[in-house]
């Protein structure tokens, strides 16, 4: 969809050409490969998860099937969302790194950086329902969704231009709310067919998510020159640091334990 519309409707709203194609390559090329460093880990974590609730399914063991969706859920929320914040709060370095600084690019990716979030708890929804035989849901999910980023897509660029925000930011928000909605509607499913109770991630969530706040601090400290060495140098600072607090606040908080569970924190310090 993107390919059809981002490029025709930026310059209908006075892009030129050379710009238009830039932005549709960092959202459907360039960008993507960034965000693939936060699904890939995450969907790594996961995905091993999906065979273990098949087979409780099968034998409608459903408390089981509940608590591990919500433990794929709080693995998430628990390394995607730092992830993604991370990367967007340092957004220009990683850019620079990769591909060389460029204003409209690390503007770009700044938002587009912030659909990885919502694009991990799809995948694995998607692919959750999938395995439990609900492929109806799962591709009625896909066309759905399809359809309203085709009908949205450019309505909404439209209205933002309307609004004097960057155009483009439309395309991105425009597959962040059509793949939310499906979130929720995978969710609803799961939870009337398996019984799944999401008390437990939502807690879990709450306390993930204030965690998360201690990024913020980027806004405090500033930022290093455009150039590929202080972009380095940003990005191993501030990742130290927030690796660091982020793993100590959450070890005290014992969110390891609440998300990976403990008989495999015990597997893992026995190994």
Not at 60 to 80: G, R, T
Not at 140 to 150: E, R, Y
Not at 183 to 190: A, H, V
Request: charged share 15%; aromatic share 14%; glycine share 4%.
């Amino acid at each position: 969809v993107d390919t059809f519309t981002v490029v025709k409707t930026l310059v209908s709203v006075g892009y030129n050409i050379k710009d238009a194609e830039n932005i549709l390559s960092i959202i459907t090329t360039w960008g993507s490969k960034l965000n693939m460093i936060v699904l890939s880990i995450t969907m790594g974590l996961t995905i091993s998860l999906i065979p273990n609730v098949v087979s409780s399914a099968t034998l409608k063991k459903y408390d089981e099937v509940s608590q591990k969706i919500n433990q794929a859920l709080k693995i998430i929320l628990f390394v995607a969302l730092p992830m993604t914040l991370g990367l967007w709060f340092l957004s220009d370095s990683v850019w620079t790194i990769f591909y060389g600084y460029d204003q409209l690019s690390t503007s770009v990716f700044k938002a587009y950086i912030l659909q990885a979030i919502v694009m991990s708890f799809y995948y694995i929804l998607v692919d959750a329902n999938q395995a439990l035989s609900n492929t109806k849901v799962a591709l009625g999910t896909l066309i759905v969704t399809f359809i309203l980023k085709l009908i949205f897509n450019t309505p909404v660029m439209l209205l933002f231009n309307y609004l004097k925000l960057p155009a483009y930011i439309g395309a991105i928000i425009t597959t962040i709310l059509a793949q939310a909605l499906a979130i929720i509607f995978l969710l609803l499913n799961l939870k009337k067919k398996y019984k799944v109770n999401y008390k437990d991630t939502f807690i879990t969530g709450v306390k993930i998510i204030i965690l998360n706040l201690i990024f913020i601090v980027k806004l405090v400290i500033g930022e290093f020159p455009h150039t590929r060495l202080y972009s380095l140098l940003e990005i191993i600072i501030y990742g130290l640091i927030g690796i660091f607090v982020y793993g100590f606040i959450a070890y005290k908080e014992h969110l390891f334990e609440d998300v990976f569970g403990k008989e495999l924190l015990k597997k893992f310090k026995k190994n």
